[in-house]
């Protein structure tokens, strides 16, 4: 038998779907590694810093990057440390800000704090949608 989700749980999913909707919008639904665009079911959005060694940036749009299916999965998981130097080369602020931001540690968000969150990013959704 299932358990029932928690409201955290809750949460934390709708967080996940809308952030990486919000950084597909903020990247124009086109791969940020090979430029290949169109599909929208074939873009990923794609964690930086992994969400087991960054829970403080699991939402954080600065963390996230849209990237075609090849290269998500051949591509950033099949070549981390390339894939750290492009993203050092072509995002330079964001990567300085993601290397202080992890040193910060693990953040426990509060349940209030998530649906704060998640309520700032129904909004900028609302925005691009409007566009």
Known sequence: MRRKKTDRQKLEKELDDI????????????????GRGGDKRQMHGSH????????RLRW???NIKCLCAYCHRRWWHGNPLEAWE???GKFPARADYLV?????????WSVEELEIMLNNYK???NEYERA
């Open 19 to 34: 952030s990486k909707l919000l950084a597909k919008h903020r990247d124009g639904w086109t791969c940020q590694k090979c």
């Open 48 to 55: 930086v810093i992994p969400v087991s060694a960054g829970k």
């Open 60 to 62: 954080d749009l600065s």
């Open 86 to 88: 492009w993203f050092q």
């Open 100 to 108: 202080s931001a992890r040193m910060l540690g693990v953040k426990k």
């Open 123 to 125: 909004e900028r959704l």
